[in-house]
């Protein structure tokens, strides 16, 4: 079946644009993850929804990111105001219910110039 | 608050054993052990919740020490495969849910 999916795979931005990256979660599985991943550094949390829970942002590192979950499906980060230090691996994962086995899309490749 | 792992990076020839640990200065609930090949997603390989539980995918296989709080993954007979980065995430509550990676340990295997 069709597993996590991500777009952009690249995405090169001028500092200060805002950029949208998408995820598409397996469907079925209620548990949508977003982390952040630095040139060799770990897996760092940003966002998770469950179901029409309100979302834990608790990871998110200031006021310009954003994200949302629409129709329990599809999920969108925003980041306004790029600056360099947002260059990184932007990776989503899902899992059937929380606390399950995440399966990770390919990742987005954020570059801010 | 990050787990720590240890050690960051191991070589290993075929055959040859290796034990990675995850520690936390912080009471855990659960530990999940990801691997992450170069240049690819990280893919699931076990959920240890705490009570000391002790589980295995292929010859890889992971303790959990609630007391220590720290959990280890065994990896015995490596074979190529198992190259690749390892990371622990660890959750802190029952209502926690979300996972605090440590940094990875990067194990090469070698013919």
Known sequence: GAGVSQSPSNK??????????RCDPISGH???????????????FLIYFQGN???????LPSD??????????VSTLTIQ?????????????????????????PGTRLTVT | QQPVQSPQ???????EDAVINCSSSKALYSVHWYRQKHGEAPVFLMI?????????HEKISASFNEKKQQSSLYLTASQL????????GTEYGSNDYKLSFGAGTTVTVRA
């Open chain 2, 9 to 15: 990076a191991v070589i290993l020839r075929e055959g």
């Open chain 1, 81 to 105: 105001r790029t600056q360099q230090e947002d260059s990184a691996v932007y990776l989503c994962a899902s899992s059937l219910w929380r606390r399950y086995e995440q399966y990770f899309g």
């Open chain 1, 64 to 73: 310009r990111f954003s994200a949302e979950r629409t129709g329990g499906s």
């Open chain 2, 81 to 88: 495969s198992y190259s690749g980065t390892y990371f622990c």
């Open chain 2, 48 to 56: 240890l919740l705490k009570g000391g539980e002790q589980k295995g």
């Open chain 1, 53 to 59: 829970s309100a979302p834990d942002k608790s990871g």
């Open chain 1, 30 to 44: 209620t548990a949508l993850y977003w982390y952040r991943q630095s040139l060799g550094q770990g897996l760092e």
């Open chain 1, 12 to 21: 090169v931005t001028e500092k200060g644009k805002d950029v949208e990256l």
